[in-house]
C-alpha cells in the first residue's frame, strides 16, 4: 500500500490540481493522502477537505523536520512525497513504484521519479546513486521513500537544504539502495525573486555542508560581476527586441500580406 504526502505552503491552486490529478487518476493506486502544510494563509486547507486529504499542520518547518514529520503520519512502508507543486503524469506512476518494491522492502530505502532532462540522461545512462548520491539521489519535489529504513535512519532534522541528499548518501554508505524509477511527473513553479534569494541562501549553506563545495571571495566576486554582466546584455538584447519588433509590425502594416 502506498501513502502520498505533500508538503506545502500557501500553494492552494497548484495543491487543488495535484490533488484533483491524483483523486481522478490514481485513487486505486493510493492508499492515502497527507498533506503537511505549513501555517497556510490562503484556502490550502479548504482545498485538502474538498478531496477529502488528511490535512496535517506543522509549525516550525525545516526540510528535514517536516520530512520526519511526513513519515511519521504515513501509516504505510512506501511513501511518495511531492511538494504541492509537483504533479504525477505517467498513468503507471504508482504501479511502477510497487512493482519495484516487491520482495526488496528490505534493501531498497527510496526510488527517484524522473522529471527533467537531468533524470531522464542519468536513468537512461545507468547512474548510481553509489557513485553520484546527487544526480541519482532522492530528491523530495517527488520520490519514494522506504518507512521501514527511515524508521533506523531518520532524516536529519536540522539541515537548511538537502535533506533527501543527505539520507540518500547516509543510507547509502549502510548498504541500502536507491534506484531510479521511470515514473513521470511535472515539476512547475514560479518563485518570487524574494523565494529566490531565500532558495540561494539555502542551497549555499547546503552546498557547503554536503557537498564540500569550495566557495572562495574571487568566486564570488567573479559570480557578482558575471551576472552584474548578464543583467545588463539581457536589459539592452530586450531593449533591442522591443523596437526590432516594433518596426516589424509597421512594416508589417504597411505591406499586409494576401489572406488565404
Not at 505549513?38 to 506543522?58: C, G, M
Not at 504533479?87 to 503507471?92: I, N, Q
Request: glycine share 4%.
Amino acid at each position: 500500500m502506498i501513502s502520498v504526502v505533500i508538503r506545502n505552503k500557501n500553494q492552494d491552486k497548484a495543491l487543488e490540481f495535484l490533488l484533483r490529478n491524483l483523486t481522478e487518476r490514481y485513487m486505486s493506486d493510493i492508499d492515502e493522502i497527507i498533506v503537511i502544510d505549513n501555517l497556510s494563509i490562503d484556502d490550502s486547507k479548504a482545498v485538502a477537505e474538498k478531496y477529502n486529504a488528511n490535512f496535517i499542520t506543522i509549525e516550525k518547518f525545516s526540510y528535514g523536520g517536516s520530512a520526519n514529520f511526513a513519515a511519521k503520519c504515513a501509516k504505510n512502508d512506501i511513501v511518495v512525497i511531492f511538494s504541492a507543486h509537483s504533479f504525477p503524469v505517467s498513468h503507471d506512476f504508482f504501479k511502477l513504484i510497487e512493482e519495484k518494491f516487491k520482495g526488496r522492502e528490505d534493501e531498497l530505502a527510496g526510488l527517484r521519479c524522473l522529471h527533467n532532462i537531468n533524470d531522464y540522461s542519468g536513468y537512461i545512462n545507468n547512474i548510481s546513486s553509489i557513485d553520484d548520491y546527487n544526480r541519482a539521489g532522492l530528491i523530495f519535489a517527488g520520490s519514494v521513500f522506504n518507512k521501514r529504513v527511515w524508521e533506523k535512519h531518520p532524516f536529519m532534522s536540522d539541515i537548511t537544504t538537502f535533506e533527501d541528499k543527505e539520507w540518500t548518501k547516509r543510507v547509502i554508505a549502510e548498504g541500502y539502495k536507491i534506484e531510479f524509477v521511470p515514473s513521470i511527473f511535472c515539476y512547475q513553479i514560479n518563485r518570487t525573486k524574494a523565494q529566490n534569494f531565500f532558495r540561494f541562501k539555502n542551497e549555499t549553506i547546503g552546498s557547503y555542508q554536503l557537498h564540500h563545495a569550495n566557495y572562495t571571495m574571487f568566486k564570488s566576486l567573479k559570480g557578482f560581476v558575471h551576472s552584474g554582466f548578464k543583467i545588463t546584455s539581457n536589459y539592452f538584447t530586450d531593449i533591442f527586441y522591443v523596437f526590432k519588433r516594433f518596426f516589424f509590425m509597421i512594416k508589417f502594416l504597411i505591406n499586409k500580406p494576401n489572406r488565404f
